[in-house]
Every structure is written in C-alpha cells, then in structure tokens.
C-alpha cells in the first residue's frame, strides 16, 4: 500500500542551523502539507501546497520557513535559524483531491531536537 | 479563534468493553471531520465525514457525525488491546488550504 515516507528520522541540531527535512508524498497526491507536534501537545497546521506553490500557512511558519518541491517526488522542508521552540516531531501529509474534503495521509514523521 | 476539543482526555478500560470517544468543534466553514489512531509515531487514518457521509463503520469501528451539535463520535466495540492508542479528531476547513485543526486526542489505554 503505498505510504508517505520522510527523512530522517531523528534529527539534532545546533541552535541557529540549518535544517531540512525531508519527505515523498504519495505518487498520485496532489496536496502536500507539514504539521508539527510539540511534545505532549497537538498537532499543529504549518503549511499547505500545491500546485508548486503555497496554498495556506499558519502563523507558526514565519520567514525561518520554507517548503520546496524540488523535483516530482520530494517535498522539503527548511528551517533556516533553528531555536529551542523548533524541538518537535515534523509530519508530512498528502492528499489526493484538490479543493476538496480529501483525507490526508501522515508520513512516520521526523523528530527535531534542537540543543 | 477554531476549536477542536475531545473527552475524555483519557480512558482505561478493559478487553470486551465499549467505548465512545468525544469530539466537539467550533470552526468556521466547515468541510470534513476526521478521526486518527496515533500510536508510536504518525497518525493513522481512520475515517472521514462529511454532510454527504455522516456514518461510517469499517469492522468494531464506527463513527457519526452530529452536524447540528457540532460534534462527532468515534465508538469501539470489543475493545482489543491492540485498540491502545490516541484517537486524534480532526476538523478540516473550506478554505484554500484544506489545512485540518486537531484535538488534544483521547488516550485510550485497554488492558487484558
């Protein structure tokens, strides 16, 4: 069953880096979206893209953030100065219908410690 | 502000029972309402309503949406340890992001 996969895993870094996560959606999907899930509380709306460029962003993500689709399977995630507040497991998400109430599948997710 | 609020929080309970888990929103131009299993990492999804489906089952799990109280609920019957999870509600909004507002989840804890 095809699945949304994400790299790395875990990642740790320096406060201040540079981090980019990585993600495959689903072949066939045409919205792409992150959220994040601070330790012990909810999942939390980033952004949302399709079409190559954003659809929708929360507050959260501010200038430090960007999302790139580089080529026909990759979906980035960059955040460019890292602080402590960024520590939190990142989700990737598609779906397959444009503008309409389309499930949105979760990828495994990446763990950021930022020290 | 949108609101998405679950209950309870958490719940134990043991092999055989049934349980009903509670999902209740405030948000503007609502679209769909959909319920996640979250186990160790990414949820997982369970099923989608919406004013065209507001009851679906899919084996001991079922569940309807109440879009005059603004509420959902998710219902497990013969409950399996294996159903030891957090159920994540999810609403998600007619706008031009289709982003979804999650609860704070029901951690449902089933013992043998």
């Known amino acids: 069953e095809p699945e949304v996969t994400q790299t790395p895993s875990h990642q740790v870094t320096q406060m201040g880096q540079e981090v980019i996560l990585r993600c495959v959606p689903i072949s066939n999907h045409l919205y792409f979206y992150w959220y994040r899930q601070i330790l012990g509380q909810k999942v939390e709306f980033l952004v949302s893209?399709?079409?190559?460029?954003?659809?929708?962003k929360s507050e959260i993500f501010d200038d430090q953030f960007s999302v790139e689709r580089p080529d026909g399977s990759n979906f980035t995630l960059k955040i460019r100065s890292t602080k402590l507040e960024d520590s939190a497991m990142y989700f990737c998400?598609?779906?397959?219908?444009?503008?309409?109430?389309?499930?949105?599948?979760f990828g495994p997710g990446t763990r950021l410690t930022v020290l | 502000e949108d609101k998405v609020v679950q209950s309870p929080l958490s719940l134990v309970v043991h092999e055989g029972d049934t349980v009903t888990l509670n999902c209740s929103y405030e948000v503007t131009n609502f679209r769909s309402l959909l319920w996640y299993k979250q186990e160790k990492k990414a949820p997982t999804f369970l099923f989608m309503l919406t004013s065209s489906g507001i009851e679906k089952k899919s084996g001991r799990l079922s569940s309807i949406l109440d879009k005059k109280e603004l509420s959902s609920i998710l219902n497990i019957t013969a409950t399996q340890t294996g159903d030891s999870a957090i159920y994540l509600c999810?609403?998600?909004?007619?706008?031009?992001?289709?982003?979804?507002?999650f609860g704070t989840g029901t951690r449902l804890a089933v013992r043998p």
């Open positions: 893209f399709y079409n190559n460029e954003i659809s929708e």
């Open positions: 998400a598609s779906s397959v219908l444009a503008g309409g109430p389309g499930e949105q599948f």
């Open positions: 999810a609403v998600g909004q007619k706008s031009s992001g289709d982003k979804l507002t």
